[in-house]
């Protein structure tokens, strides 16, 4: 009997089963610290501690999307190991701030399954949900991957397409974040003037600059994650396959997007919720990447007057700047939209 694990392929995923994940991580500066080398995100809160304690976090958090891609990383080795792509998320809630040395580990619940009609992949649906050392959880996500079948005769199991909310509610928002002294938050150390009230629901702002990916960088970031998903690394298999070329982790290109976006929306400090996301098309090395977003809603959080939250859309491209908004197109996409993510995000009032 071999001891090597080959993933779990769609036929073995059954609804309700809950799946513990290995391997805990500890996340330190160092973590902090590469992750800005990649992408380089300047955000105010997340560089500094003496800015943070000034308004009243302990020290400065770990990036939102670092905590993300960490309890991800850990799911794909029992859920997405042999999966065909990532396909979206839903239901995302950042539950408590995490900081440099807390340990993480996660658990997911197989909430739906729903085999594709050429009977070669399925669609799995899975709700993850990641821990502090402590037990308690600091993010609860959905997400949907295409799984490959190892027989495309076995029997589809049960099916079921969870109803998964289309947004998080405002009232929701915001465990992660303690109260704030917003006097404190210094407009011109923080980059930016616009504060919530300075956004209006509707507009639509250019995030100017690009990022060209390069090879190296999106396979350290996706080991940074211990991410272990095939198609990312192994570029003899995937000369094969649809592409012949690996494929960009897709959180890869959601913190590309996430930086980028600080030009336009410095003060826009901390990722609530996940209401929705898409990867529309593949990004590859060499490969540069562009940021709009669109002001979907503003929310202010119930007892609280320090922040308010904005329902931010933010689509990525590739090779195409964002001056002109490229979006949907008909029934499908501009061909540049790689990404297309709604989130609540809390910006200081």
């Known amino acids: 009997m071999s001891k090597t694990n080959p993933g779990r392929f769609f036929e073995d995923f059954r609804l309700g089963e ?38 009243g976090y302990r020290q400065s958090p770990l990036d939102d999307w670092l905590v993300f891609h960490i309890v991800f990383g850990k799911t794909v080795p029992d859920i997405s190991l042999n999966a065909v792509a990532n396909l979206g998320y839903a239901d995302g809630r950042f539950l408590k701030p995490v900081y440099p040395g807390e340990t993480l580990s996660a658990i997911s619940e197989v909430i739906g399954l ?27 996500y959905c997400r949907w991957v295409l799984v490959r079948k190892a027989d495309a005769d076995a029997p589809p199991p049960s099916e079921r397409v969870p109803d998964l909310p289309k947004a998080v509610d405002p009232s929701a928002l915001g465990a992660a974040c303690p ?130 939250a904005l329902r931010l859309r933010t689509v990525a491209t590739k090779n195409q700047p964002c001056a002109a908004f490229p979006d949907k197109a008909g029934e499908g996409y501009d061909p540049s939209v790689i990404l297309d993510l709604d989130y609540w995000a809390l910006v200081v009032r």
């Open 18 to 55: 809950t799946i513990r994940h290995a391997t805990p991580r500890t996340v330190t500066l160092a973590d902090a610290a590469l992750y800005t080398g990649l992408y380089g995100s300047r955000f105010a809160v997340q560089s500094s501690d003496a800015f943070a304690r000034a308004i």
């Open 114 to 140: 729903k085999e594709s009609s050429n009977r070669q992949t399925g669609v799995v649906y899975v709700r993850s949900t990641g821990f502090d050392a402590g037990g308690e959880a600091v993010l609860s």
């Open 179 to 308: 109260a704030l002294a917003a006097e404190a938050y210094d407009d011109v150390l923080a980059g930016s003037p616009y504060r919530w009230g300075d956004y209006a629901v509707g507009e639509r702002i250019d995030h100017v600059d690009g990022m060209t990916v390069e090879e190296a960088e999106h396979q350290l970031a996706t080991r940074l994650y211990q991410n272990t998903a095939k198609v990312h690394f192994d570029q003899h298999a995937a000369a094969a396959g649809r592409f012949g070329r690996r494929l960009i982790y897709g959180g890869h290109v959601i913190s590309l997007a996430r930086a980028l976006s600080f030009n336009g929306l410095a003060n826009a400090f901390h990722i609530a919720a996940i209401n929705g996301g898409r990867h529309v098309a593949p990004l590859f090395a060499g490969d540069t990447v562009y940021a709009w977003s669109e002001v979907l809603a503003k929310a202010e959080l119930p007892g609280r007057t320090d922040v308010g």
